[in-house]
């Protein structure tokens, strides 16, 4: 990091995964000289749990009125990927800075006579967007270690300014998070927009989560029509979901709009019913599961042990014994069968009547813990010897 940048310590509570001893994450205030924008900006960092001791890389995810809502955020970050329901990401929250300012950098022009009148000094967004893609995405990458997965949310005319990106440069982001977006602006001007970026948009690779609150009882008109025009034109490989709030207001929205959309976002990033997947197409599709989320997420992924353990022991308590010892040993290089379920396996052939399979998984546990006197005393009741 440059020697010109003053750089204030802070300290940002993350919430921890059950069980887990509470945990502080190193976070960043950094001021930015924009020579785009003519002034200085202020950056809120947060660096992922373990940071500062390993060496991996990780995505960014890139938050706008940064002031507003980088708490939030980072939190919500913070404990989704303890859980393993995304990936651990740096967070970057940028600040907008004065009620000026903000107007300024998230609106494009407009011609609607009110939104002169009472947003007057607006119309800057491709000046504040060359601002992102030019100084601050460069400078993150150089600063931190990232990888080339980025995604951008943005509350309000922050959700306006996302998908103002989305249509001006889809490449520069992977994901986008809109939260209750101010599509009314310019008398619908960026759902015009979308509307045309769309009609002649047949691929696409990026994921869009945009949510509404409640206006009145019933979904805003710019939500709706946005909704409809990508249901009718979804380029190939664009996922998009909407979800209208109405219990939230515009401004409590963005609590709950982060969280799913985060979760909706990374669905492909964990599998809360294993089993289900597995009926449906065998081990193999887990692993295929995995490998197509790492290639969304432009990582390499691939099945976690604790999944095919799962999916080990639903088998086995359903009475699928021979499937359950399928899976166990199906990769026994890249998934190595642990001891424990060697034996619950065993115990449950040998309650079968199988005792056959019963020996040579007890043989298993032995060899995978020769401190399994169970396993041990077993094998001697059938006469086995062992060494």
């Not at 449906?280 to 295929?288: L, Q, S, V, W």
């Amino acid at each position: 990091m440059s020697t010109n940048l003053v750089i204030y310590q802070l300290l940002i509570f993350a919430g921890c995964a059950a069980g887990q001893s509470n945990a502080f994450v190193s976070g960043e205030i950094v001021p930015l000289r924009s020579e785009v924008l003519h002034e200085e900006r202020t950056l809120f960092v947060a660096k992922p749990a373990g940071y500062e001791s390993g060496t991996d890389r990780y995505p960014a995810l890139y938050l706008l009125d940064g002031e507003s809502h980088f708490r939030v955020v980072s939190g919500i970050v913070d404990f989704l990927a303890a859980n393993d329901r995304m990936p651990k990401m740096l967070v970057v929250g940028v600040a907008s800075g004065s009620i000026a300012q903000r107007i300024r950098d998230l609106t494009p022009p407009t011609q609607a006579e009110t939104d002169n009148r009472f947003m007057p000094g607006n119309g800057g967004a491709d000046k504040f967007f060359s601002f992102v893609e030019s100084e601050l995405i460069p400078f993150v990458e150089k600063a931190y270690r990232t990888r080339p997965y980025r995604m951008l949310c943005g509350h309000s005319l922050g959700g306006l300014f996302a998908i103002h990106t989305l249509m001006s440069k889809p490449q520069l982001f992977h994901a986008y998070v809109a939260m209750d977006p101010s599509l009314g602006w310019n008398n619908g001007g960026v759902v015009k927009q979308a509307e045309a970026f769309f009609a002649k948009t047949t691929a696409l690779r990026a994921d869009l989560f945009m949510t509404a609150s409640n206006a009145g009882g019933k979904v805003p008109a710019g939500a709706r029509r946005l909704a409809s025009i990508l249901d009718e034109k979804t380029p190939v490989g664009f996922r998009w979901n909407f979800e209208w709030m109405k219990q939230e207001t515009h401004s409590s929205v963005p609590l709950r709009s982060i969280q799913d959309g985060l979760e909706k976002i990374f669905d492909q990033w964990y599998l809360t019913d294993p089993m289900e997947l597995y009926d449906n197409g065998g081990i193999e599709a887990i692993h295929r599961h995995f490998r197509a989320g790492g290639e969304r997420y432009v990582v390499e992924r691939t099945t976690s042990p604790f999944t095919v353990s799962m999916v080990v022991a639903g088998l086995m308590w359903a009475g699928r014994l021979d499937e359950s010892a399928q899976v166990l040993l199906h990769n026994v290089k890249a998934y190595p069968p642990p001891w424990n379920q060697c034996d619950a396996l065993a115990r449950k052939y040998a309650e079968s009547g199988n005792n056959e399979q019963a020996i040579r998984f007890y043989r298993l546990s032995l060899e995978r813990n020769p401190k399994n006197d169970w396993a041990r005393r077993k094998l001697a009741e059938t006469g086995e010897k062992l060494k």
